[in-house]
């Protein structure tokens, strides 16, 4: 007879303390993003949940996303796979394929109706009738359609699921695009970046496992405990902007001394992620730290906002009132003044420039 | 006769299908198909874009060979547009290379291909007392320890080591049980786990291997940190036309590169060192060596004809690919083909491939016969990438229905796969291809002052024919020989990391910081028109992207990538493809189980996804460049 153990039973299986799994509940109240008083919530749900069945399609996509969830460092990809969910369905780390994994998916989606996790790596290709995308002989319509039916929770992960991706690019020739129009009007959990970082996509999917219900979102469904800020605002080279000191060329003294990238084509002002904070590898990195400007990766159309060289606030288009082109016009103003050193000839440019940009 | 298909391949990159149609009394295939399911078009939308961006586009063709596609795309815009990079943008490029190379092969042979040789039901039976006595043995017995000529050596002790113990084996065991006893198999659910093939294993290398298989999930993150150091993430790290966009400064703490970011990336070079010399290799010999005493040679298919590589790892910063600054300028010199490999190292012939052969208009090819496009009546059968007419034509399923397969057409169109060719013939691509290419021309002294890394190749395939007891030419051309020789290009790949670190650390100590070269950056120095290719020798073997650049803007791009090579459907005159003919060479021992099809398939490591080509909707003819540039 099968029984479906709790984080709490995998742990007392594999001889672990009491004392370690609250502290594995610690790091996942803090990977979630959730404030210490949720911790007793946290303590609850992942003793007594059942360990979340998860199932996981791809459509159009690069199997980035997928790579991306296996380099989580805390908790590490092995833990959540074999602890903390049971992955039954995943076209890169199933044992299976062909007819039985096809069949063994009907039976989870049967079995597990009304209950498992849905995750989806890839874009949906609308373009006639769905041929561009095929998968075990079916569309990968047919099988999106088939699988969001008795899910829980969608998540989509990544830019493509999230936004159409790069194939929704111009003139995106399959017709691709996001998967929330496509699966029968079920709320998505997106999870844009390309691909997302990787403690982010297995805090989302660890949140939705323990307690069953969808992190706090935006308004456009992003949890906003990833998606809350701008890159720009938790930039670690902000102070730099905000002095007026940029690096002008990938290799001169400012690039060197790890200034601004905002004259690079820095899209960091306009793209909500949480690569200044959170960071890649657990703070080791991300782009800007490495000197490479932000290409906004999570944002929902930035394929098209090219090249990306040039720079903000030619593009983004936010839809409130916190508009870049103002706020950040001003802020780029002040940063200017107050880059003393920086030549008559340069400033009067860029003073141009963001006058340019205010009458946009 | 029985016609079995196996649809989707799982543990690859993308949507694949294969279709064969086996004696069940001989186990022998008789015909295979081999079909990429998917088509996404990222060529055509590279169209009227800066070539400056087009590594960031065309890097997401794959996230599996991330940093592939970027490196090949700015080798092909910098070759178009005549840049050459400074040498610290060439060392740390080629450490990203190579820290890809290691990394995608480790996670292929323990989380995309393990499980085809082992299993976890097996691992069940395994004694953890003699599992830790057989981790002993296979570290006695298999470590080939082959390093970098006057290393640096900034490590005090191995610091990643297999564990040895009991204890540990029976940890893993329990673990195993209690997924096993739960019926919620998770990722091991539905194989065919009772495939006699599990059987040829003893139980504790099964044990073994899935100890391995867990601690690589979580190692594999940390061999790649030189991508995130220097790119400033992992998958799709970041690049630029001219050189890096890491800036170097020995005197800045908040430098993309200094003292502590460098520490950083000899950790993880170091690391995957030991990673392959303590675990990889031993682990692989270990399961090769009963496969190899099992009689278990087959699958070689189009290995044994003809295989094709590009060579790589320039020493410097050089000037041009199709000016011949590339193949002048090479660590490992396996551009060329090796034909007939299969007849004996004495019969087979090698064919250099140059930068002439690469602007020739009739050596490198792409037909349509059985991919869904056609070609119009006025062009020749085969067009070079520059010339790319690509027209779509579905023509759907011999039975089933356009949305719904039941079986493909083999006599006519059945891929989203281009057939590509060199001088009108099909080639493998591959590790297995790059080792065959420096074994064959060595033999025929063809490799005259071999470097370090040639001479590293050739040492391994001595050591690895010694352990298996069978000549290169027996054990190399087949499914065995191509898993291994991914091996050993991994254990070569953490060996150039080092090798190119040092050479970095050199330079910066030399006073050269310069990581870029912004002579060309902006679009008024380039050429109204130009042209240019960009060669990687990948981890799944030979990529070629092509790249045509008219007023600042790409005006065509196409890449023929290392899976069209590989997974292409067949061709009239010109037979099959290496995945059909590796699955024709293969036996199946029961046809409604073919393990050994999907292990064959695997043992090249398909990526789907990156052999994407253009395609027009409208079925509109697209990029007809109708004159050679290299030629006006």
């Not at chain 1, 998540?155 to 929704?168: D, E, L, V, W």
């Not at chain 1, 782009?287 to 990306?308: K, L, M, R, T, V």
């Amino acid at each position: 007879m099968e029984t479906r153990e709790s984080l709490w039973e995998a742990y007392l299986k594999r001889g672990f303390s009491r004392r370690s799994f609250l502290k594995g509940c610690v790091a996942l109240t803090s990977l979630m993003g959730l404030s210490t008083d949720m911790f007793s919530k946290v303590v609850e749900a992942a003793e007594t949940k059942p360990l979340p069945v998860v199932v996981w399609i791809h459509g159009h996509e690069c199997t980035g996303c997928d790579e991306s969830f296996i380099r989580s460092g805390a908790p590490l990809a092995s833990d959540v796979v074999l602890s903390s969910i049971a992955l039954e369905y995943d076209h890169l780390l199933s044992a299976a394929c062909g007819a039985p994994f096809e069949a063994h998916l009907d039976e989870v989606i049967n079995k597990y109706n009304g209950s498992y996790i849905l995750c989806v790596e890839g874009a949906i290709a609308t373009k006639d009738s769905g041929v561009y995308c095929m998968s075990g002989g079916h569309t990968f319509t047919h099988l999106l359609e088939k699988a969001a039916k008795g899910a829980a929770a969608i998540i989509a992960y990544g830019s493509c699921s999230a936004y159409g991706g790069i194939q929704a690019a111009k003139p995106n020739p399959t017709g691709s695009a996001g998967i929330e129009r496509f699966v029968g009007g079920k709320p998505v959990v997106k999870v844009p970046g390309c691909p997302p970082i990787p403690e982010v996509m297995t805090g989302v999917v660890m949140h939705v496992a323990l307690f069953g219900t969808l992190p706090p979102l935006d308004g456009d469904g992003r949890p906003k405990q990833f998606y809350g800020n701008r890159i720009h605002d938790t930039c670690y080279r902000r102070p730099f902007f905000d002095a007026g000191m940029f690096a002008e060329t990938f290799d001169d003294q400012g690039a060197k001394a790890g200034w601004c990238l905002y004259k690079l084509g820095c899209r960091g002002p306009e793209t909500y992620n949480s690569c200044g904070n959170l960071r890649w590898w657990q703070g080791m990195s991300y782009p800007i730290q490495s000197g490479a400007p932000c290409i906004g990766c999570s944002n929902s159309n930035f394929w098209d906002e090219d090249p990306f060289t040039n720079r903000l606030p030619k593009y983004g288009k936010l839809g409130d009132a916190d508009k870049i082109g103002t706020a950040l016009g001003v802020l780029t103003a002040a940063g200017v003044v107050g880059h003393a050193v920086a030549s008559i000839v340069q400033r009067n440019s860029r003073d141009n420039l963001i006058d340019e940009e205010h009458k946009e | 006769m029985q016609h079995v298909v196996v649809d989707p391949i799982t543990r690859i990159e993308g949507h694949l299908r294969v279709e064969i149609s086996v004696d069940e009394t001989s186990g022998t295939v008789t015909d295979a198909i081999s079909s990429g399911t998917a088509w996404r078009g990222l060529e055509l939308v590279l169209r009227d874009r800066d070539p400056r961006d087009a590594w960031a586009y065309i890097q997401r063709i794959c996230g599996v060979c991330t940093t592939a596609h970027a490196l090949a795309s700015v080798r092909a815009v910098e070759d178009a547009l005549g840049i050459s990079i400074p040498n610290n943008a060439n060392y740390i490029r080629n450490i990203m290379a190579a820290t890809l190379t290691v990394q995608d092969h480790i996670v292929h042979f323990y989380h995309l291909h393990a499980l085809d040789w082992v299993s976890p039901v097996e691992a069940l039976s395994a004694d953890p007392v003699k599992t830790a006595e057989l981790q002993t043995a296979i570290l006695n017995a298999y470590r080939l320890d082959l390093k970098v000529p006057e290393e640096v050596n900034t490590e005090a002790y191995p610091h990643d080591f297999p564990a040895a113990t009991p204890q540990y084996f029976a940890a893993i065991k329990s673990r195993v049980q209690a997924i096993v006893a739960s019926g919620q198999l998770g990722i091991f659910a539905a194989q065919w786990w009772d495939h006699p093939d599990y059987k040829l294993l003893p139980p504790e290398v099964h044990l073994l291997a899935v100890a391995h298989y867990l601690e690589m999930l979580d190692k594999q993150r940390e061999i790649v940190t030189p991508h995130v150091i220097f790119g400033g993430k992992n998958p799709h790290p970041h690049y630029a036309v001219g050189g890096m966009p890491c800036a170097i400064s020995m005197n800045d703490g908040n430098a993309p590169i200094n003292t502590a970011r460098l520490a950083i990336v000899d950790r993880a070079i170091n690391m995957a060192r030991d990673l392959v010399n303590n675990y990889y290799l031993p682990d692989l010999v270990a399961i090769g060596v009963i496969y190899a005493k099992a009689g278990r040679v087959d699958g070689g298919g189009l290995a044994k004809t003809r295989v094709l590589a590009f060579g790589d790892y320039p020493l410097t910063g050089y000037k041009g690919t199709s000016s011949g600054g590339y193949f002048d300028n090479l660590l490992i010199r396996s551009n060329g083909v090796v034909e007939d490999f299969g007849m004996g190292v004495a019969k087979a012939r090698f064919t250099e491939v140059t930068a002439e052969d690469l602007k020739a208009p009739e050596n490198f090819t792409e037909g349509v016969e059985h991919a869904w496009y056609e070609y119009p009546d006025n062009v020749p059968k085969d067009l070079h990438p520059w010339q790319g007419v690509t027209k779509d034509k579905y023509t759907g399923p011999k039975t089933g229905t356009p949305t719904m397969w039941e079986t493909l057409n083999e006599a006519g169109k059945y891929s989203w796969l281009k057939t590509p060719k060199w001088k009108g013939k099909l080639c493998e691509v591959g590790p297995l291809a790059h080792y065959i290419i420096i074994y064959t021309k060595a033999a025929k002294g063809l490799l005259p002052e071999p470097t370090w890394a040639e001479q590293m190749m050739l040492k391994q395939i001595e050591a690895v024919s010694g352990v298996l007891g069978v000549p290169a030419e027996v054990w190399m051309p087949t499914m065995l020989g191509r898993t291994a020789c991914r091996c050993l290009d991994a254990q070569l790949a953490a060996e150039v990391n080092k090798f190119f670190f040092d050479k970095l650390i050199a330079n910066i100590k030399a006073g050269d910081t310069t990581t870029m070269n912004e002579e060309k950056w902006y679009p008024e120095t380039w050429a109204t028109e130009c042209m240019g290719v960009g060669l990687y020798e990948a981890p799944r073997g030979g990529l070629s992207h092509w790249v045509c650049i008219k007023d600042g803007k790409i005006s065509n791009y196409q890449c023929i990538v290392p899976t069209t090579w590989n997974a292409c459907p067949r061709d009239d005159q010109a037979g099959h493809g290496a995945y059909e003919l590796a699955m024709m060479t293969t036996h199946v021992a029961v046809p409604d189980k073919p393990l050994e099809i999907a292990k064959v398939i695997r043992s090249f490591d398909p990526c789907m996804a990156c052999a994407t080509h253009i395609y027009n909707a409208k079925g509109e003819k697209l990029n007809i460049i109708s004159t050679d540039p290299y030629r006006r």
